[in-house]
T-cell receptor, first 116, second 111 residues
Framework: GAGVSQSPSNKVTEKGKDVELRCDPISGHTALYWYRQSLGQGLEFLIYFQGNSAPDKSGLPSDRFSAERTGGSVSTLTIQRTQQEDSAVYLC??????????????FGEGSRLTVL | SQQGEEDPQALSIQEGENATMNCSYKTSINNLQWYRQNSGRGLVHLILIRSNEREKHSGRLRVTLDTSKKSSSLLITASRAADTASYFCATDAGSNYKLTFGKGTLLTVNP
C-alpha cells in the first residue's frame, strides 16, 4: 500500500491476555517508531528501529512490552498480561531517513487497544 | 529528558483569524517538526525546520525557530474551519534518533 498500515484498528481484550499489534511501514523506509497515545494526551515514545541496528527500547514502560521487526520491514508490538492502564492508541510511524538527522515521519491510523 | 512542550494547550479562534502556537524544548536539537492530528487519527507531517534555519514557510504555515531560546512557533494564517485539529511539535537531539512529541495544542476554528 501507499501508506503505513496498522492492524487491528481496534482491539478489545480482557485483563491478563496477550495482544499483538502489527505495523506495515512504507516500502523502503528504514526507520520505524512505535508510540502510545492515551486519551487527550501527547505521544509517548516506545521503541525505535533503524535498519539492521539494535533498536532503541528505552521507551518501553515495562518488560511486558516487546517489539520486533522482521526483515527490516513489518513490525509487531506485543503486550503480555495486559493491564487496564495499557488502554491507549498505539501509533506506528516510518521514515526514509538513515543519516545523522531525523526526517519526516509517516504515521499509520493507529491501533486502539481497550483492556477490560 | 528531551521533549517539546506546546503552548497554549487549547486555542479557539474565528475563521479568517491567524493562529499562533508555541513549542519549547530543553536541549540542543538537529531539527524540529510540526505535525497535525485530526481527532482519533494518525498524525500528518506539516513542516520540518533544521537547527540552522530561522524561518520556513509552507502555504499558510509559517514556522520560526529560535535556538537561543529553545523555542519554535507555528503560525497558521487566514484560518479555516478545516484547520481544527491538534498540533504537535517533535524534536530530536544530537545522535539520538528518538523523536519526542509534546502534548499538543488543540486548535478550534469556529466558522
Amino acid at each position: 500500500g501507499a501508506g503505513v498500515s496498522q492492524s487491528p484498528s481496534n482491539k478489545v481484550t480482557e485483563k491478563g491476555k496477550d495482544v499483538e499489534l502489527r505495523c506495515d511501514p512504507i516500502s523502503g523506509h528504514t526507520a520505524l517508531y512505535w508510540y502510545r497515545q492515551s486519551l487527550g494526551q501527547g505521544l509517548e515514545f516506545l521503541i525505535y528501529f533503524q535498519g539492521n541496528s539494535a533498536p532503541d527500547k528505552s521507551g518501553l514502560p515495562s518488560d511486558r512490552f516487546s517489539a520486533e521487526r522482521t526483515g527490516g520491514s513489518v513490525s509487531t508490538l506485543t503486550i503480555q498480561r495486559t493491564q487496564q492502564e495499557d488502554s491507549a492508541v498505539y501509533l506506528c510511524a516510518s521514515g526514509a531517513f538513515s543519516g545523522v538527522n531525523t526526517g519526516e515521519l509517516f504515521f499509520g491510523e493507529g491501533s486502539r487497544l481497550t483492556v477490560l | 529528558s528531551q521533549q517539546g512542550e506546546e503552548d497554549p494547550q487549547a486555542l479557539s479562534i474565528q475563521e479568517g483569524e491567524n493562529a499562533t502556537m508555541n513549542c519549547s524544548y530543553k536541549t540542543s536539537i538537529n531539527n524540529l517538526q510540526w505535525y497535525r492530528q485530526n481527532s482519533g487519527r494518525g498524525l500528518v507531517h506539516l513542516i520540518l525546520i533544521r537547527s540552522n534555519e530561522r524561518e520556513k514557510h509552507s502555504g499558510r504555515l509559517r514556522v520560526t525557530l529560535d535556538t537561543s531560546k529553545k523555542s519554535s512557533s507555528l503560525l497558521i494564517t487566514a484560518s479555516r474551519a478545516a484547520d481544527t485539529a491538534s498540533y504537535f511539535c517533535a524534536t530530536d537531539a544530537g545522535s539520538n534518533y528518538k523523536l519526542t512529541f509534546g502534548k499538543g495544542t488543540l486548535l478550534t476554528v469556529n466558522p
